[in-house]
């Protein structure tokens, strides 16, 4: 373990646990992360190891077959998952919220049927919220779910399908006006639909369509996609918790874990890229000598440093909140927003201090560079976090006149 971001407070089994994950990075990411990302390869063998160390059912509770840990311990290996590849890390957390919403939301038959294979990684989750046409604002869905007796009838086109194509499990959100009258708030008429589904492309299953892989920039290897709706029949059973009319709020319970995690991946993202740049000043010379030992790269280096650790603390502060029960969205967001931005400026530095290399496909900082922006949008963007952060401020700091 390094000297920068270490957690104080771990018991013996987050430390275990941590330094086995880290040893799996080390080994099993970090040598094949940029050959299969330059190929857009799946971590398949990744993956099936991630299962085995029991990964994917770290949060879901000893009783369904999990290691019933904290947000904590989550993030933290979310932090080192992403320090190996950032990919990896998405693969897991779209499973991860969903298993979340289910433990908070679900009903019994509902937990007791999903929770068990997900802890082991056989269900696997992705949830939906984005469309085509309406980018950050949630509340503009236009995807609908109809009652036609025991079953509803869902339509729409769903966007930005994190494991869409791999998945099995699909948390998505849609309007359902049924029990809401006219004039009801856009908000109170969403309803979570737990729609189950083959994994792959094409038609998954009667009414129910994944196009294909979007060709992105950047968070290659795991697979981004669509997802379309046309009289997709959905028992009623397979209302998220029973009750329509309360999709909204599952789903911004789930981005709130979700925007710890993405604070943890920005850490783990500027902690590789801050490990590259301190290595290679160390081997590059000019003027006779490494250029670590000129001053404008110590500069460098000691900015990379402290934004390296100052998202770390953040990212702890706002996971330790969430688990002695308390609100946590004004955290989550500064941790999402500082350590996205953060990230990003960490990667460039390490870009800049590689010189031409760094434009090198041959060098892994080259892979950081196009992966580190997907954090500025990714759970809400920057503006949105920013937009969350002060109307928190605002109740908290209220003028009393």
């Known amino acids: 373990m390094t000297r920068l971001a270490q957690t104080a407070g771990l018991n013996d089994i987050q430390r275990e646990i941590l330094s086995t994950v880290r040893d799996f990075v080390d080994k099993e990411i970090i040598p094949v992360a940029t050959q ?14 991630l299962k085995e160390l029991g990964l994917f059912g770290l949060m879901i509770p000893e009783e369904y077959g999990g290691l019933g840990e904290s947000l904590l311990t989550y993030a933290l290996c979310v932090e080192e998952i992403a320090r190996g590849w950032m990919s990896v890390s998405g693969i897991i957390n779209t499973h991860f919220i969903v298993a979340y919403m289910l433990k908070q939301h679900g009903t019994q038959e509902q937990k007791d049927t999903f929770l068990p294979r997900m802890a082991l990684g056989e269900v696997r989750g992705a949830f939906s919220m984005s469309e085509p046409a309406l980018g950050s604002d949630v509340s503009a869905i236009s995807s609908k779910g109809v009652k036609e007796g025991d079953e509803y009838v869902l339509n729409g086109q769903k966007m930005w399908l994190t494991n869409g194509g791999t998945s099995t499990l699909v948390a998505v959100l849609c309007r359902s006006d049924e029990g809401h009258p006219e004039g009801t708030a856009p908000h109170k008429s969403m309803t979570t639909f737990l729609v189950e589904k083959e994994p792959g492309f094409g038609e998954v299953r009667p009414g129910l369509t994944i196009p294909g892989k979007i060709d992105k920039m950047g968070y290659k290897g795991v697979d981004t996609t669509e997802l379309i709706m046309d009289d997709l029949r959905i028992p009623a059973n397979r209302v998220l918790g029973g009750t329509t009319g309360r999709g909204f709020y599952q789903m911004m319970d789930g981005v709130e874990v979700g925007r710890v995690n993405v604070a943890a991946r920005g850490c783990g993202v500027a902690q590789r890229a801050f490990e590259l740049g301190v290595s290679y000043a160390q081997q590059r010379h000019t003027f ?35 688990d002695s029960g308390e609100r946590n969205d004004l955290e989550a967001g500064m941790a999402k927003y500082l350590a996205s931005e953060y990230c990003k400026e960490v990667v460039e530095d390490a870009f800049r201090i590689h010189g031409g290399y760094g434009f090198s496909k041959e060098y892994e900082i080259e892979r950081l560079y196009r992966e580190a922006p997907m954090l500025l949008i990714g759970e809400g963007t920057a503006e949105i976090q920013k937009m969350i952060i002060g109307r928190r401020l605002l109740e908290e700091y209220r003028f009393q006149g």
């Open 36 to 49: 299969l990302e330059h190929r857009d390869e799946y971590p398949t063998e990744i993956v099936e190891g």
């Open 288 to 322: 006779g000598k490494p250029i670590a030992q000129h001053q404008a790269i110590q500069f460098k280096l000691a900015e990379m440093a402290t934004k390296v650790e100052a998202a770390h603390a953040m990212m702890v502060n706002a996971a330790r909140k969430k």
